[in-house]
């Protein structure tokens, strides 16, 4: 999904409405799924129920799981790319916008901000410009790999939020970061502390 075209139809905000409703409506179906799956659990705990029937059930939930994360998908993509990029026009030029794609972690490793962690999620990627300012950016999720002493992997993340990057008109001499004091995740180089700076 992430390297999928912008190749989107125009929808109508009826549309984008209807596919929400829709969203909803199978949600709750998948609430009412697994309520009843967890008292079937408890009725062969009784000896009240084959397991046959449990199986049943509980391949109908995953089915509906998958059709209803198709269509939230859906949904996302419809109110994105007419909602969210209606808006950013509005307020920007040059805008392109594509929300299943971000900032690669190459580009964001080459600024030498931040440690970029053993894997790196994106998405929201807006490359626009901003009166004579051009920028780009996304949501960027930053996470490292620890395993425990049973070999089991997991991920956690190290830095989650927006990445802006900006070029100005002008010039720098040197490179100088500003960096919350309890950000751990930074590349301590020529950096500055925000706890010393007066509001």
Same mark, same amino acid.
């Given at each position: ?26 949600? %709750? &179906? @998948? $609430?009412?799924?697994? =309520? ?5 659990? /408890? !009725?062969?705990? #009784? ?11 509980? %391949? &109908? @939930? $995953?089915?509906?799981? =998958? ?5 939230? /998908? !859906?949904?996302? #993509? ?26 690669? !972690? ?94």
């Amino acid at each position: 999904m992430a390297g999928k075209k912008n190749d989107f139809k125009k929808a109508s905000i009826e549309q984008i409405e209807k596919q929400r409703q829709l969203v909803v409506w199978k949600l %709750f &179906v @998948m $609430i009412m799924l697994l =309520i009843l799956f967890i008292l079937l659990v /408890y !009725k062969i705990s #009784e000896g009240t129920l084959s397991d046959a029937e449990a199986t049943i059930i509980a %391949f &109908v @939930m $995953i089915i509906v799981y =998958i059709i209803n994360c198709i269509d939230r /998908y !859906k949904f996302e #993509e419809l109110y994105k790319n007419n909602i969210v990029e209606a808006c950013l026009k509005k307020k920007f030029t040059d805008v392109s916008y594509k929300p299943f794609s971000g900032l690669p !972690k190459s580009k964001i490793a080459s600024i030498g901000m931040v440690n970029t962690g053993d894997r790196v999620c994106a998405n929201d990627y807006v490359k626009a410009k901003y009166k004579d300012v051009n920028f780009e950016c996304s949501d960027i999720d930053v996470q490292k790999r620890y395993t425990d002493s049973d070999g089991k992997a997991s991920y956690t993340s190290i830095f989650k939020g927006q990445w802006y990057i900006f070029e100005f008109n002008k010039q720098f001499k040197s490179k100088v970061g500003v960096y919350e004091k309890c950000f751990e995740s930074c590349i301590r180089e020529n950096f500055i502390y925000t706890d010393g700076l007066k509001k």
